[in-house]
């Protein structure tokens, strides 16, 4: 009967949570979630922002060599058989844009490249620069618009994503300049001494972000790479 008492009279002493202390408990662990929460769509940020970088300099690095390798093998002759010409042309179509096509021997034999940004009008995610590869039926000045790239033809297809910019520029000696010109070695009948490529390049989110923007100068996000290639005859 002693012990019973005892227990009631400890039982009036234990207190139980008040609402408001509730209500406060549940609020800091709100809190504590918002901020978890809020860390961890920061670190996903970061994660995909990264990749996407990584992602666009493995397309750089890719295309750069393949550039080289390729206008390592740049060739002319104006005067091929059955007026065929095996030529090195650089067409500038607007300020950001080039498209660049020449004659190439590879262990394959002589083919037909070239290279071109494909515009989209769903905004600059979906720009690319193609690429042609054409081992016959080549050197066909009759093709509307020429040198520009047919989108549609079974020889172009895409070469690499995210970018947005490709040009082309030839080296002056006489200038002592880079000239952002055409070339045409039909009329020069040489190649220019070195070239400089420009790519400009937007990962996936800022593309994404910049899909009402028109004017690549008003895009944010937007990197540029430069690199200059030694062609062949010149050295």
Known sequence: MKNLKSEIINLKFIKGFT?????????????LMASLMVAFNQASNVTRRTGEEAEVM????SATEQFN??????????NR?????????IKQLSREDSVLRFGCTTERGLVEI???????????????????YKNKHM???NEPHWPALDFESKYVEPFAFGIVAFKVKYWSSKKGKWIAGNWESIDRNSLPRKIQITLKTLTESKARAARNIK???DVRGVKTFKFEINLPQSR
Not at 81 to 89: A, K, L, N, R, S
């Open 19 to 31: 609402l408001i202390e509730i209500l406060v408990s549940i609020a800091v662990l709100g809190i």
């Open 58 to 61: 493995q397309n750089i690095r």
């Open 81 to 89: 058989p059955d007026g065929e010409q095996v030529y090195f042309e």
């Open 69 to 78: 390798r390729e206008l390592q093998q740049a060739i002319i002759n104006n």
């Open 114 to 132: 070239g290279y071109q940004i494909k515009p989209s009008d769903k905004g600059w995610k979906d720009y690319e620069l193609w690429r042609l």
């Open 215 to 217: 004017k690549l100068s």
């Open 139 to 141: 050197w066909n000045y």
